[in-house]
């Protein structure tokens, strides 16, 4: 079914995905699919989280060479046309319906969990300092490449990768994101 | 016209805005704003135009502190629902159109290049290295906050704020942002 799924938005865009087209194409019955994932959005939004994970999490043991093989595998993602036309149908789906959007912060929250472990090993080799908030170094890697695909509407090119691997590498060495104990974290 | 539809978007979101509630609303008859500015999206992307140069560029004779009062610009006007109903919609439709799609990129770099004086001033200043590229420093001033509305579905706080600053300020001045002869730009 998912494989289904990825197949239809390599052809045509999220806005042309129904559940028949779905059901036709993997031969899975409407209703057996509405039932398991209610609707479009529902197989998209697992399809992301499974194609998302895939990415292995980079464990070169250089905290600036695992930054950047994460960044050149979020850049590789989100230039294939159909990625971004998964990422793009979401994000205007949640923009009319909240459950959607629960879905789709919650999948990205999980996919930056799993990748704080660069900056948590960076911490216990002694590259960034301790009290560095993992989360908000991995942020801060990825927003220049979703503000690059969303907002400015391009493609992420070398230059974006090698500027955004060093702005994060340099704020993290210099402790931007340390919480210190008086305040939030 | 445009403070009628900024009036409604307070009131709802963007989903359920017609051009019929806005002439309503208005006192101008549907088949003017049909002409003047075709679709929904057409009036919206104005009022984004028009409400976003309405904030003015920081010139406070120091780069820090310009960069601080524009990044807390970008979240007060971010943090107020009405605007974030219009952002959200209209990256919806460009999903679905290309044409806004269009005017939608064509907005923020316009408005990103207005912003720009920032960081020319601050290399005139001699706060940062020549041939510094003032749009790639906007843009990195501007990705965390757009990240934390469109992805993380979260509102701007005090701490991103601080990192956002921080992070650009430092990678500024440390020449991350530095075009050579030699490469693109």
């Known amino acids: 079914m998912l494989a289904a799924a990825y197949e239809e938005l390599d052809r045509d865009s999220f806005a042309a995905l129904t559940l028949d ?29 499974e194609r998302g994970s895939t990415l292995p ?22 230039n294939a046309l159909r ?7 979401l994000l205007a789906a949640a923009a009319h319906d909240p459950r959607v959007e629960e879905i789709v912060r919650a999948a990205f929250v999980r996919r930056i969990e799993e990748v704080t472990l660069i900056a948590r090993q960076a911490v216990e080799r002694g590259e960034i300092p ?5 989360r908000e170094v991995i942020a801060a890697l990825a927003a220049p490449l979703y503000y690059r695909v969303l907002i400015l509407r391009g493609s992420i090119d070398e230059r974006l990768v090698h500027t955004t691997v060093e702005t994060t590498y340099q704020a993290a060495r210099s402790g931007v994101f340390v919480h210190k104990g008086d305040r939030e974290g």
């Not at 990625?83 to 149908?89: A, I, K, P, Y």
């Open 21 to 49: 087209r779905l059901a036709r194409r993997s031969g899975v019955h409407v209703s057996t699919i509405r039932r398991r994932w209610r609707t479009v959005e529902g197989v998209v939004v697992e399809l992301l989280a």
């Open 57 to 78: 999490t980079p464990d070169t043991g250089d905290f600036r060479r695992d930054l950047t093989q994460l960044t050149q595998a979020i850049a590789d993602f989100n």
């Open 83 to 89: 990625n971004r036309n998964v990422l793009q149908g």
């Open 130 to 134: 301790e009290d560095t908030d993992p």
